[in-house]
């Protein structure tokens, strides 16, 4: 006796994660990618603008001198 198999029938979901990326995905992707990096400037500006307005005190509790945090302070923001 002889059995067929018939692939059984996607989803429209299953089709959907399985489509080619096009440009547009990519166009998409880039763009994310993009603001995520502004994100992460525009933190790494605050962060750095408050610590060099900290005082001696609030240096001494998170560790670091007056020194280290001038010299991080002082760094641009898109070096980490």
Sequence with gaps: MITIHFPARRSAAAVAATRT??????LGDAAQSFV?????????????????????????????????AL??????FWKE
């Design 21 to 26: 990326r096009t440009a547009l995905d990519d």
């Design 36 to 68: 995520a990096t502004l994100r992460v400037w525009s933190r790494r500006l605050r962060e750095r603008d408050q610590l060099s307005r900290m005082d001696d005190r609030l240096l001494k509790d998170i560790g670091i001198t007056r020194a280290e």
């Design 71 to 76: 010299r991080l302070s002082d760094k641009p």
